[in-house]
């Protein structure tokens, strides 16, 4: 049973920096793509950043290239977001996913069949 856990979320100025963690277990980690997306009230989740398993491979929302940093610890079971330079339109709840599908690449999609989420962990940034 495939289980994420993010942590790091939480109330930031703007042009500050906050490090989202997500714990996964349940399979073998390195064979799979991981992403995270976001969901602002009222709006839908997009898609913000993507790793492959090897961690060779990166692709990200044009909306944070430049500013976010996605990475994986493969011995941790362990994929990170790294955002610096925040603004308010990255307040969001951010989700960690995980393909459902070993051995591909890039993770883009926000459907549920396309990979297992986590619980979601809240990003505030003030201005």
């Known amino acids: 049973q495939v289980r994420l856990v993010e942590s790091g979320g939480g109330l930031v100025q703007a042009g500050g920096s906050l490090r989202l963690s997500c714990a996964a277990s349940g399979r073998i980690f390195s064979r799979y793509a991981m992403a995270w997306f976001r969901q602002a009230p009222g709006k839908e989740r997009e898609f913000v950043a993507t790793?492959?398993?090897?961690?060779?491979?990166?692709y990200y929302a044009d909306s944070v290239k430049g500013r976010f940093v996605i990475s994986r610890d493969n011995a941790k079971n362990t994929v990170y977001l790294q955002m610096n330079s925040l603004k308010p339109e990255d307040t969001a709840v951010y989700y960690c996913?995980?393909?459902?599908?070993?051995?591909?690449?890039?993770?883009?999609?926000?459907?549920?069949?396309?990979?297992?989420w986590g619980q979601g962990t809240q990003v505030t940034v003030s201005s």
């Open positions: 790793i492959s398993g090897s961690g060779g491979s990166t």
């Open positions: 996913a995980q393909s459902a599908v070993a051995d591909t690449f890039p993770l883009t999609s926000a459907t549920a069949v396309s990979a297992y």
